[in-house]
């Protein structure tokens, strides 16, 4: 019974384990490319930092690419969907936090 629990977390637990990983660590990849790509695109100022860049990029990769996959429209044509996505995302993440830095004012130095 222990060797069939070990042959089970040997074969099964684990790759699964390093899969989720690797899927993560793709993910994050894919984000900070897209995303990057998405903040080339919008002009202007974004005022989001990183972790918004990551995540406006996965989220425009994940949606275009579901959408040029169903759509059937090659792989070059998902790739520009994917982008611009990212491009929307990036814009709509921004402008929802461009208004925050309206009116702010920096204090003062006493002296």
């Known amino acids: 019974m222990a060797?069939?629990?070990l042959l089970v977390v040997v074969f099964v637990i684990l790759p699964f384990i390093g899969w989720a990983i690797g899927l993560v660590i793709w993910t994050a990849v894919v984000g900070i490319f897209f995303g990057a790509l998405g903040r080339l695109i919008v002009p202007g100022r974004q005022p989001?930092?990183?972790l918004a860049t990551i995540a406006c990029?996965?989220?425009g990769s994940l949606v275009g690419g579901v959408i040029g996959r169903?759509?059937?429209i090659g792989h070059f044509a998902?790739?520009?969907v994917e982008?611009?996505?990212s491009a929307v995302s990036v814009a709509i993440w921004s402008g929802?936090?461009?208004g925050?830095?309206?009116g702010r004012r920096r204090p003062s130095l006493p002296g």
């Open 3 to 5: 060797v069939f629990a």
């Open 48 to 50: 989001i930092g990183i």
């Open 57 to 59: 990029g996965w989220i």
């Open 70 to 72: 169903s759509a059937h």
């Open 78 to 80: 998902t790739v520009l």
């Open 83 to 85: 982008v611009g996505l």
């Open 96 to 98: 929802t936090h461009r």
């Open 100 to 102: 925050q830095l309206v």
